[in-house]
């Protein structure tokens, strides 16, 4: 019901439920997007899991840690939408 209250599909809901419920809290990071989180989320040990999205693996680039940003600022919003 909940889902349909907020006209999402249930299965999302419960993904969102299930990736939630293996990040508590205190051990979420805003720097790091929700889809990490989500790819994360399937490590069965939690201090593995918490040792990796505190210290992401190198990117093979540039050598610098990966980070998310969780949204960029739009200069121009109308040419980005063109």
Known sequence: ???EDVGLAYTTVRSYRWVSSRWPKERRRAD???TIHKILA???DEQERYEAVTN???NS?????RRQRIARPVSHPAAAAS
Do not use: K, Y
């Open 32 to 34: 790091v997007s929700h």
């Open 1 to 3: 019901m909940f889902a």
């Open 42 to 44: 399937s490590i069965p």
């Open 56 to 58: 992401p693996p190198a």
């Open 61 to 65: 680039r540039g050598g610098q840690a």
